[in-house]
């Protein structure tokens, strides 16, 4: 009944970030991009925007795209970077394609971890927010690999986290991450037919995080449910709903803002002691 309640609010978002990963945009045996799939994604985010919702998109993929154009698989930092300069590229080619065929605009917001860290750089980032959305443009972003370099974990680690960011910077009310799986479960399904799927979490004590933490290394925690908890603490604790829902069908974007039943939903609850540099490792 309660579920019923929260999941009928979902109908009144305002601002929605959704983020979808590298897995979810290519295909598994070329490598390619699914373009059926990004073009179906485009159309339910603008779908979301005819409605007069503002819209965010996360989309990970610049080094699998940049891999695939240069046919390299890169161990070397520098080579990821050039593969991500590559491919972002590209991908934003294509979503700025796929945008203009609805009459949308997009724009591309790189980020990384020391935008968020330094104030004066991450109001920089806040207002060039604030200004698309007021523009009506749907910005795509994604980590500025090309400058943050993973092997010193100088960046976010993960495009769940980052989104978890930006609904923080962007105030929106709700964040859809995009998964392999239909959401949290008590275990991973895959591995234990007695794991229970979780539609509704209202209060994320660590109970639920451990939950991410058991199945690390399993196929579930390499979908990285430990990282989409991570990213649940942030949305949540800033006072933003999220949801963790199966991307496999992309139409599930529009179902859940219908306030139907699909994935796992966190209720957001803002923490007055909300800090967001503190998340990102430091604190000023
Ligand atoms: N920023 C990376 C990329 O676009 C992906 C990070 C992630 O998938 O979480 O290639």
Redesign the pocket.
Known sequence: MKELKYRELLKDKKRIVVKI??SSLHHMETGELNLTKMERLVRELCELKNQGKDVVLV??????VGKKILNVSPNETPMKQAC?AI??ARLMMIYERLFAEYNHVTAQVLLTKQTIVNPDSRLNAENTFKELLKLGVIPVV??N?TVAVHEVEDTFG???F?SSIVSVLTGADLLILLSDIDGLYTDDPRSNKDAKFIPLVESLDESYMLMGKDTTGSRIGTGGMSAKLHAATVAVNAGCDMIIANGEDVSVIHKIVEGRNHGTLFIGKRDDRFNIAGYVGMTR
């Not at 989309?59 to 699998?64: D, T, V, Y």
């Open positions: 990963g590298s989309s990970s993929g610049a080094i699998a991500a491919g972002q994604n980590e690999d993960d495009n769940d980052l």
